[in-house]
């Protein structure tokens, strides 16, 4: 069974700083990874999606890595600004029920100091 | 705006109640799904729809009933549903099963 861990489970930074939040999952044999914002009381918003065959995809200020072997991926954000201040939510496709199944973590509460 | 819409937003309801929550999606994609968000807890997946056939259930209880009259269009049918049953319930769109998907606003449901 898929089982997904994001640390720390809440994170509070001063405005410009960069981060790096964390993803942990259990059984390697993913089919992608997808990382993705909520804002409080709102559904979510795709991030970056990385295919099990590649190492890192990048977005504006947004880049996430997955090593698969190790069952990690991290988002790096840089220079943080107040408008980042969401649960960050990390996502794995495996193989489940049907033909795919997505795991979630429980999140990372960030909050950006101005 | 992320191309999928669901309705209501905001749902109360009474145990012996009977509604409907509605999703739909503008982007042309042949999967759909609905996912179960509870404090403090991940998302919890409860169905998958693919091409308008239910893929499996997650062993989701009876008193949630799942339609897809077509591939844009996915409800959700709720009776004699428990309060523990309160919830935000999100529904995803993806052009295919795997691919990335593509989150509504959800209905934020609260059984009394």
């Known amino acids: 069974k898929q089982e997904v861990t994001q640390i720390p489970a809440a994170l509070s930074v001063p405005e410009g700083e960069n981060l790096v939040l964390n993803c942990s999952f259990t059984?390697?044999?993913?089919?992608?990874l997808q990382w993705f914002r909520q804002d409080p009381g709102k559904g979510l918003t795709s991030l970056l999606l990385?295919?099990?065959?590649?190492r890192e995809q990048t977005s504006g200020r947004l880049n996430a890595s997955l090593d698969k072997s190790s069952g990690r991926s991290t988002l790096y954000i840089a220079a943080s600004q107040p408008g980042d201040s969401a649960t960050y939510l990390c996502a794995v496709a495996s193989r489940g029920f049907g033909n795919e199944k997505l795991t979630f973590g429980t999140g990372t509460r960030l909050t950006i100091i101005p | 705006e992320t191309g999928v819409t669901q309705t209501p937003r905001h749902l109360v309801m009474g145990m012996t109640n009977k509604k409907s929550l509605k999703c739909e999606q503008h982007l042309g994609h042949n999967a759909m799904y609905w996912y179960k968000q509870s404090a403090k807890k991940p998302l919890e997946l409860m169905f998958v729809?693919?091409?308008?056939?239910?893929?499996e259930n997650n062993s989701v209880p009876s008193r949630f009933s799942p339609e897809c009259p077509n591939s844009s269009h996915l409800f959700l049918h709720l009776h004699t549903l428990q309060p523990e049953d309160s919830a935000l319930y999100l529904c995803?769109?993806?052009?295919?099963?795997?691919?990335?998907?593509?989150f509504g606003p959800g209905t934020r449901l609260t059984v009394t």
């Open positions: 995803a769109s993806s052009q295919v099963i795997r691919d990335e998907q593509y």
């Open positions: 990385i295919q099990s065959s590649q």
């Open positions: 059984d390697s044999a993913i089919y992608n």
């Open positions: 729809y693919s091409l308008e056939e239910r893929v």
